[in-house]
C-alpha cells in the first residue's frame, strides 16, 4: 500500500480531533504537523513525537506533501487554501472555505477541473440522515415537500457570526435532499450582538416554492447542542434529532 505524505495544517481543538482520524487511515503518513503560535502542543507527549513546524513554506515547498489537512481559525481557510492549490496539492479544509467572493474565484479557478479541494461536512456522512434519505428515496412516503430544520447551540462568547459557523452545517444537509446549486437562499438576521450575527432564518427556495426554513441560533441557553429536523412528504413526517440517534419517528 502506497503511502500518502500528509500535513496537518493547525493543532487546536478540532485539529487534534482531526489529528485522531488521520492516525487511523491506513494509507496516511502524518509527515508534519504546522503550528503557529501555541507552543503549548509542543509539551504534548502524543502530538510532540510527530515533525512540528511553525514555518508553513516547508510544507508548501516540500514535493513529497502530496495532501494537507486544514485546521485553523476560519478567516485563512481560503488563504491557506489557495497557497497549497497553487502548489497542486490536495486539500481538505474545516467549514467554511470563504468569506468573500473574491476568495471563491480564485479557488474556483485554481481548482477547476483538478479535483484537488475538499471541504469537511460530517453531516453529509451522518446514518441517521442517510436513513431519512433511503426512506424518502424508496418513494413509501411519497415526495418530499418541505425541511425544517433546527440547529441551535451555546455559543454566543464565539469570535465569528452564526451563518459562518451553523450555516454550512445546514446547508450540506440541504445538499443531501435537494440539488444545492438550484436552490435560492434568503437570510434574515434576527439577533445581532456587536455587528456579528447571533441567530438567523435562512429561507430556502426552488422555483420559486419554499422547500425549508432553516433556525439557528448561538443563543441557546443549553450546553448541549440543538439538531432537529422534521421532513415533510406527500404521505406521512419523518422526525429525526440527532442527539438522540436511536429514534427517527415517521407519522403518518
Request: glycine letters at 4%; charged letters at 25%.
Amino acid at each position: 500500500m502506497k503511502l500518502i505524505n500528509t500535513s496537518l495544517i493547525g493543532i487546536g481543538y478540532w485539529g487534534k480531533i482531526h489529528l485522531k482520524y488521520l492516525k487511523e487511515i491506513k494509507n496516511i503518513n502524518i509527515h508534519s504537523i504546522y503550528f503557529k503560535k501555541n507552543r503549548e502542543i509542543l509539551k504534548d507527549p502524543i502530538i510532540s513525537k510527530f515533525n512540528l513546524t511553525n514555518d508553513l513554506n516547508k510544507i508548501l515547498e516540500d514535493k513529497k506533501i502530496k495532501f494537507v489537512d486544514i485546521v485553523t481559525p476560519i478567516n485563512s481557510h481560503a488563504k491557506l487554501t489557495i497557497k497549497f492549490l497553487k502548489k497542486r496539492k490536495k486539500v481538505l479544509v474545516e467549514k467554511p472555505l470563504l468569506m468573500n467572493k473574491e476568495e471563491k474565484k480564485e479557488i474556483l479557478r485554481l481548482n477547476k477541473q483538478k479535483n484537488l479541494l475538499t471541504v469537511s461536512y460530517p453531516y453529509l456522512f451522518s446514518k441517521s440522515l442517510n436513513f431519512v434519505k433511503k426512506i424518502i428515496s424508496s418513494k413509501k412516503l411519497g415526495k418530499l415537500n418541505y425541511i425544517e430544520m433546527n440547529i441551535q447551540q451555546c455559543g454566543r462568547f464565539m469570535k465569528y457570526g452564526v451563518n459562518h459557523l451553523l450555516g454550512p452545517h445546514a446547508l450540506s444537509i440541504l445538499s443531501i435532499f435537494f440539488k444545492i446549486d438550484k436552490i435560492g437562499l434568503e437570510v434574515k438576521n434576527i439577533i445581532k450582538n456587536k455587528k456579528k450575527t447571533e441567530t438567523s432564518i435562512i429561507l430556502c427556495s426552488l422555483k420559486k416554492k419554499l422547500i425549508s426554513t432553516i433556525n439557528l441560533s448561538l443563543n441557546y441557553t443549553n450546553t448541549n447542542s440543538k439538531k432537529f429536523f422534521v421532513f415533510y412528504c406527500e404521505k406521512g413526517t419523518i422526525i429525526c434529532d440527532l442527539n438522540n440517534k436511536k429514534k427517527t419517528v415517521i407519522s403518518f
